[in-house]
């Protein structure tokens, strides 16, 4: 598999030069007349396939850097679709609030799951309170860097505003990320992923940029990752589907879980199954996993919401995160009907998140039944993330047959008159044997 790359630094500095040099081309204006009403934008939607879901998203703000005077406001409009965002600003507080509301259930198990000690998880809630300060505005309508402010989760499909708007009435240089895609590194303890900052200077002063410049920039930027995820892509649709001998004649499929691109400056991340669609025999395995740290999971039997919001008669709304689209059921054979998932996938060394329940670096599925079965990501399947399964009936020998279902009845019957006619057979050649010695 391949493993998500990082920019050299021979190229870092030809590209931050190529990407000021476009947005150069206009004189930028020598000081400001009054308050501006300035635009960015939150992530970007990549399409490389017919249709009208994205198969990319770029995790990213822009402009990373934009530059105001005190008094200016910032709108921030979502590109990512039905990829959801956030702006956020945290005033000084260490780390990113995670999903959940306060510990994961359970007393204060561990973040992968079960309880303290190691034993066996108790039964699973249908649900668990979502984090408000991820999910729900915060704050106010302006920032000074004092209080944590939030636009709340904004896509196409969520309820509520599609843009985001905040002043800013004092000096200085704000930091702010994305709660759903910016990580701690565990190296430095800083944020790294989706991230930029506001700089505000005195009222009145000489800007770098225009609202145009600020345009072209990020047009030249989405432009240059499209082109990347394109190029990207090629490359992973070329690379051979792995499959490795099973046991009893069977064989073992390897269906890789997304691909990101990591960089400074750049993320990019894949929402499909490769390959999307798979043909294997009766009684063959399919082992999925995912080279990159990203959020996916494997469900076959449904397209669970993985968040639901409800309306209160007083007060805010509330969210909670739906158990059932995230965490592990089913088992490790499908028997032709049911649901089935796989919790959420980790990468080869990525630490488990804070859920109540297990997270597996690969996921194994035995498909006992020929058929055709579809399956999503049930984060992301409303961007397309989804893949079908055909299973051919397996012939001759009884090689990888069924564990389960009818055809298991039949393949017992016959091996029991198999057994009777060899014991008759038997019982008949011993008695030919006797009667020649008498």
Same mark, same amino acid.
């Given at each position: 598999m391949r493993k998500s790359?990082?920019?050299t630094t021979a190229l870092l500095p030809s590209m931050l030069i190529s990407l000021a040099g476009f947005g150069s081309a206009a004189a930028a204006p020598a000081a400001q007349a009054g308050p501006t009403d300035w635009t960015a934008t939150a992530g970007h939607q990549i399409f490389t396939e017919a249709g009208e *879901?994205?198969?990319?998203?770029?995790?990213?703000?822009?402009?990373?850097?934009?530059?105001?005077?005190?008094?200016?406001?910032?709108?921030? *409009?979502?590109?990512?679709?039905?990829?959801?965002?956030t702006v956020t600003?945290?005033?000084?507080?260490?780390?990113?609030?995670?999903?959940?509301?306060?510990?994961?259930?359970?007393?204060?198990?561990?973040?992968g799951g079960?309880?303290?000690?190691?034993?066996?998880p108790g039964p699973l809630p249908a649900r668990v309170p979502a984090n408000p300060l991820v999910f729900f505005p915060a704050g106010g309508t302006s920032y000074d860097g004092k209080v944590y402010t939030n636009s709340g989760v904004i896509a196409a499909d969520t309820p509520g505003p599609k843009q985001y708007k905040l002043a800013f009435p004092t000096a200085g240089t704000y930091e702010y990320v994305c709660l759903l895609h910016a990580f701690v590194d565990p190296a430095t303890g800083g944020i790294i992923g989706m991230k930029a900052k506001v700089v505000v200077q005195a009222a009145g002063s000489a800007l770098p940029k225009t609202q145009?410049?600020?345009?072209?920039?990020? *047009?030249?930027?989405?432009? !240059?990752?499209?082109?990347?995820?394109?190029?990207?892509?090629?490359?992973?649709?070329?690379?051979?589907?792995? &499959?490795?001998?099973g046991a009893n004649g069977t064989s073992v499929h390897k269906i890789q879980v997304g691909y990101t691109v990591q960089e400074p400056g750049m993320m990019l991340d894949y929402q499909?199954?490769?390959?999307?669609?798979?043909?294997?025999?009766?009684?063959? &395995?399919?082992?999925?996993?995912?080279?990159?740290?990203?959020?996916?999971?494997?469900?076959?039997g449904g397209e669970p919401e993985v968040f639901?919001?409800?309306?209160?008669?007083?007060?805010?709304?509330?969210?909670?995160?739906?158990?059932?689209?995230?965490?592990?059921?089913g088992g490790n054979h499908h028997t032709g009907t049911g649901f089935y998932n796989s919790s959420i996938l980790l990468a080869p060394g990525e630490p488990a998140g804070a859920l109540?329940?297990?997270?597996?670096?690969?996921?194994?599925? &035995?498909?006992?039944? !020929?058929?055709?079965?579809?399956y999503v990501c049930a984060v992301h399947y409303h961007n397309g993330m989804d893949g079908t399964v055909t299973v051919a009936a397996r012939t001759g020998g009884g090689v990888g047959m069924p564990r389960t279902g009818s055809s298991s009845i039949w393949l017992i019957i016959a091996g029991l008159v198999f057994g009777l006619v060899a014991s008759f057979g038997g019982l008949a050649l011993r008695k030919r044997k006797a009667n020649a010695r008498i």
């Open positions: 790359k990082l920019l *879901k994205p198969s990319w998203q770029a995790m990213h703000f822009y402009p990373e850097t934009l530059t105001i005077n005190a008094g200016d406001t910032i709108t921030w *409009k979502f590109d990512g679709g039905p990829e959801p965002h600003f945290m005033a000084g507080e260490k780390g990113i609030p995670g999903l959940i509301a306060g510990p994961p259930p359970g007393g204060g198990g561990p973040p079960g309880p303290p000690g190691g034993g066996p145009a410049q600020v345009d072209a920039d990020a *047009k030249a930027q989405m432009a !240059a990752q499209e082109s990347r995820a394109k190029s990207e892509e090629a490359d992973l649709l070329k690379e051979a589907q792995a &499959t490795t001998p499909r199954f490769l390959p999307k669609g798979i043909t294997i025999q009766q009684g063959d &395995t399919i082992e999925w996993a995912e080279p990159s740290p990203n959020f996916h999971n494997v469900v076959f639901i919001v409800e309306p209160q008669p007083n007060g805010p709304p509330q969210a909670f995160v739906n158990v059932e689209a995230l965490a592990p059921a109540p329940f297990p997270q597996v670096v690969t996921y194994s599925l &035995t498909f006992d039944q !020929a058929g055709r079965y579809e």
